[in-house]
C-alpha cells in the first residue's frame, strides 16, 4: 500500500502527546524553529506542556492533526493510533519502545508491534521506537531532543535507522544544509524505502543519505532506486552492520568470501545508489552533489601552494577511483607565463608561495589548472584557527577561487588537507564565492570519486531474483550437483561412480586415461588427500592403491581437464537480505589466500559477467598474460550462465551453489568440482 506523508512531513497543525520532557521538547523546539503552523499539546490532566496551553483529549482538538507526536507508553500508544486513524490525521511518530526490537527482552514485542499495526491501518506511522523527523524547510519537526541544525531554504535529506545516529549528524559543522532529517525506527509500517521515496518528492530536496542497518524491503528499495533515477537525484548510502550470511561454512569458500557486505554493497551498485564507508564521507559526498550534482568524469586538477600537500595528493587519490590527468601544452603555456621559469609545471601543481596575495595572479593559476582535461578542480588550502590566529591573509584564496571558477565554468572544490582546517564559517564563505568546501582530503576525494561514479550512465536492472526460505536443506553428492547443473548445459567431466573396490577396478579398466579419483563424502578433498591423480599406465596401480586406503566407502572417476588457463570460482549464496549473491574469483588453492572475488545479484546478463570478469586480478591470465594462450571467455561466461538458470529455476530451495574450481582451457569451461545445498522442493 502507498501511503500518502505529505501532509505528515510537511504538516500545518501538529499535536503532542504526553507530558514529559519529551514532549515539551517537541513543543519548544517547534517554537525555536518558528513553525508557522499550529501547535496542540494533549494531556489528560495537565493545562499546559511545554508552555502551550494543553488539550484534554484528541476530540478536544480543532481538527485532526497533520502531524502527532505520540511520547506515551506502547499500550497508550497503540490505543492512540487507533483514534487517530479514526478521526483522519495524516501521520504519528510513534516515541515508545518495547515493540518488535524487545522481543527476546519481553515476550510480547512481536504481538505488541502486530497490535500497532492493526490499530494504525492505513494511517502513516513512523517508528516504533524512534525520534521522528525534523523538516528544515518548514520549521516542523516531531523531534524530542536537541538537534544542530537550522532552517534552509533547499538541501539533502538524511534518514537513518537510528536516533543517536541521527542526532550526531544534525551537529555537522561542514556547512551541508540539511533539508530533512529521519529517523525510521523498527519500520513497522513504513520503512527505509517509503520514507525515502516521500522525501525524495520534495521539489527542495537534492540529494538523499541514506544510513542503513538492514534493507529489508527489496522491491522497495528497487522502487526507491528508479524513482530516485527519474527524478535526477542521487542517492548516498553508508551500510553498516553483518547478517548471518557473512558466516565462515564449513563446506564451501562462498561463504566466506561473500558474505552480508557483498551482498549489500553489489545491490546498492545494481541500484545505482552510491555507497560510502562513513559517516564523514556521508557528508561531505552529498555536499558535493548539492553544490555540484553528479561529476561527468573522474579527472582532477589539483592546486595547493605546498610541494608537501602536492605530494598527498598524488598519494592520497592512489586510494580512490580518481585521476590526475598531466597538463595540456596550453596549459602548461599559460601556467608559464603566470609563475614564470622556476616553478615545476605538474599535476598536483604546486604553484609555491611568492604569487601569495595576488589575487589576479593566483585566479590565472588556479584557471589555467582547471582549464583542461579535468572534471572538477581541488584548491587545497587549510585555514588557520580563528580563535587564535588571523586568517585574512587566507581570503584571497576565496577570491582567486571565485573568479577561475566563474571564467571556466568547472566546479572548483576548496578542500583542507585536516577536517579542522576548514571553519564553517569559512565554508559558508566558500559557498557564498561558489566554491564547494570538502573538509579533509581523504573525504574529499572519497566524495569526488562517488560523484563521478553516480555521474556514469546506470542502466535500469532486472527485478531482483528474490530468494525462497527453504527448509529441510542437505548438501547434494558432487555427483548430485554435477547432474543437476549439467542439466542446465554446464560442462563437467565424464565420470562414473564406483560404490566398491572392485566396481573401482572395473571402471579403472575401461575409462581411458588421465583420470581422477576422488573420495566421496569429504568436504575440501584437495586438503584431505582426498583426489588421486592417475596420468599413465604407470601410475595405475600406485593410484588405486592411493584410492583404497582413503577414508570412503565410494568414489568418483573422472576425465581429468588438462592444460587449464586459469582455475575460476563460481558461487552462488542465498542472502536473505539482498537476494542470490553470484561470487566470481579465483578458484582452486587460491581462493581464500588471494581473495580475489567480485559480487553481483542474480540475475546478471552476459555483458555483467564479462565486465565482472575484467575487474579480477585474475583477468590478464584469461586474457592471456605474457604471450600464453587465452582462456575461452564465451565458454566461461556460458558456464556461469547455466548456473545461473539452475537457480533461477530452483530459487525457491536453493541455499547455496559453488564450482570451485571451473577449469577453463582454451576451448572450454569445466566444472571439476561442484556443490549443492538446497532444501526441499515446495
Known amino acids: 500500500m502507498t501511503r500518502d506523508l505529505s501532509r505528515l512531513l510537511r504538516p500545518c497543525s501538529i499535536a503532542v502527546l504526553g507530558g514529559g520532557a519529551w514532549c515539551a521538547n517537541v513543543i519548544e523546539q517547534c517554537r525555536r524553529m518558528g513553525f508557522e503552523g499550529s501547535v496542540w499539546p494533549v494531556h489528560p490532566?495537565?493545562?499546559?506542556v511545554g508552555g502551550a496551553a494543553a488539550f484534554g483529549s484528541l476530540d478536544a482538538l480543532p481538527e485532526a492533526p497533520d502531524a502527532t507526536f505520540i511520547g506515551v507508553n506502547r499500550e497508550s500508544t497503540i490505543d492512540i493510533v487507533r483514534q487517530l486513524r479514526i478521526m483522519g490525521a495524516g501521520g504519528a511518530v510513534c516515541f515508545a519502545s518495547g515493540f518488535l526490537e524487545a522481543e527476546a527482552e519481553l515476550g510480547d514485542g512481536a504481538a505488541m508491534q502486530e497490535r500497532l499495526l492493526d490499530a494504525a491501518g492505513d494511517l502513516p506511522i513512523v517508528g516504533p521506537n524512534c525520534y521522528g523527523f525534523i523538516n528544515y524547510l518548514d520549521g516542523a519537526l516531531l523531534w524530542p531532543d536537541q538537534h544542530g541544525g537550522r532552517r534552509c531554504e533547499r538541501g539533502v535529506a538524511i534518514l537513518t535507522q537510528s536516533s543517536n545516529i541521527a542526532i550526531n549528524l544534525s551537529m555537522q559543522t561542514r556547512a551541508l544544509p540539511i533539508a530533512y532529517l529521519m529517523t525510521a525506527g523498527n519500520q513497522a509500517q513504513l520503512g527505509l524505502a517509503d520514507l525515502g521515496r516521500a522525501l525524495l518528492a520534495d521539489p527542495r530536496v537534492t540529494v538523499l543519505g541514506l544510513h542503513i542497518e538492514g534493507v529489508g524491503d527489496l522491491r522497495g528499495f528497487e522502487a526507491l532506486a528508479a524513482e530516485a533515477q527519474a527524478c535526477g537525484k542521487p542517492v548516498v548510502a553508508l551500510k553498516s552492520g553483518r547478517s548471518d550470511q557473512a558466516r565462515a561454512a564449513t563446506q564451501s569458500h562462498t561463504a566466506s568470501l561473500a558474505g552480508s557486505d557483498a551482498g549489500a554493497a553489489a545491490l546498492l551498485a545494481r541500484l545505482g545508489i552510491a555507497q560510502v564507508t562513513s559517516l564523514?564521507?556521508?557528508l561531505e559526498t552529498l555536499k558535493l552533489l548539492h553544490f555540484a550534482g553528479t561529476l561527468s568524469g573522474r579527472a582532477v586538477a589539483s592546486i595547493s601552494c605546498s610541494g608537501g600537500e602536492a605530494s598527498l595528493m598524488a598519494d592520497t587519490a592512489l586510494e580512490h577511483d580518481v585521476i590526475l590527468p598531466p597538463l595540456t601544452p596550453e596549459q602548461s603555456g599559460a601556467l608559464?607565463?603566470?609563475?614564470?621559469?622556476?616553478?615545476a609545471l605538474a599535476n598536483p601543481l604546486d604553484y609555491h608561495t611568492f604569487i601569495w596575495g595576488d589575487v589576479p595572479a593566483m585566479a590565472a593559476t588556479f584557471g589555467a589548472a582547471l582549464d583542461g582535461p579535468a572534471d572538477i578542480g581541488v584548491v587545497i588550502a587549510d585555514f588557520p584557527r580563528p580563535d587564535r590566529c588571523d586568517p585574512a591573509a587566507w581570503d584571497c584564496i576565496l577570491a582567486a577561487g571565485a573568479l577561475a571558477r566563474d571564467t571556466v565554468g568547472k566546479p572548483l572544490a576548496l578542500v583542507s588537507t585536516l577536517p579542522d582546517c576548514l571553519p564553517e564559517r569559512v565554508a559558508e564563505r566558500a559557498i557564498d564565492?561558489?566554491?564547494i568546501p570538502l573538509a579533509g582530503l581523504d573525504d574529499?576525494?572519497?566524495?569526488?570519486?562517488r560523484a563521478a561514479w553516480l555521474g556514469q550512465a546506470h542502466a535500469s536492472p532486472a527485478p531482483l531474483l528474490l530468494p525462497g526460505r527453504p527448509q529441510g536443506t542437505r548438501t547434494l553428492s558432487e555427483a548430485e550437483a554435477k547432474t543437476a547443473l549439467a542439466a542446465y548445459g554446464l560442462r563437467v567431466p565424464q565420470a562414473h561412480?564406483?560404490?566398491?573396490?572392485?566396481?573401482m577396478n572395473a571402471v579403472l579398466e575401461r575409462m581411458p586415461l588421465p583420470l581422477v579419483i576422488k573420495?566421496?563424502?569429504?568436504?575440501?578433498?584437495?586438503?584431505?588427500?582426498?583426489?588421486?591423480?592417475?596420468?599413465?599406465?604407470?601410475?595405475?596401480?600406485d593410484a588405486r592403491d592411493k584410492a583404497c586406503a582413503l577414508p570412503c566407502t565410494s568414489w568418483l572417476i573422472e576425465e581429468m581437464v588438462e592444460h587449464p588457463v586459469a582455475e575460476v570460482l563460481v558461487g552462488v549464496l542465498r542472502d536473505p537480505a539482498h537476494g542470490f549473491v553470484l561470487t566470481l574469483g579465483a578458484g582452486g588453492i587460491l581462493t581464500e589466500i588471494l581473495r580475489d572475488t567480485v559480487s553481483l545479484l542474480l540475475p546478471v546478463s552476459r555483458e555483467d559477467i564479462g565486465a565482472a570478469l575484467d575487474r579480477l586480478r585474475l583477468a590478464p591470465l584469461l586474457h592471456g598474460y605474457r604471450g600464453q594462450p587465452a582462456a575461452d571467455?564465451?565458454?566461461?561466461?556460458?558456464?556461469?550462465?547455466a548456473v545461473q538458470d539452475y537457480v533461477t529455476t530452483s530459487a525457491a530451495s536453493i541455499e547455496e551453489v559453488e564450482i570451485n574450481p571451473l577449469l577453463c582451457t582454451v576451448c572450454e569451461a569445466v566444472a571439476v568440482d561442484a556443490l549443492i545445498t538446497k532444501g526441499e522442493d515446495p
Open 280 to 282: 564523514p564521507q556521508m
Open 45 to 48: 490532566s495537565r493545562t499546559e
Open 444 to 449: 574529499g576525494l572519497a566524495a569526488i570519486a
Open 497 to 503: 561412480r564406483a560404490e566398491s573396490v572392485t566396481e
Open 336 to 343: 608559464r607565463a603566470t609563475l614564470g621559469p622556476r616553478v
Open 519 to 541: 573420495a566421496e563424502g569429504l568436504a575440501h578433498k584437495s586438503d584431505a588427500g582426498g583426489v588421486v591423480f592417475v596420468r599413465d599406465a604407470d601410475g595405475l596401480q
Open 433 to 435: 564565492c561558489g566554491l
Open 633 to 641: 571467455r564465451d565458454a566461461i561466461v556460458t558456464a556461469i550462465m
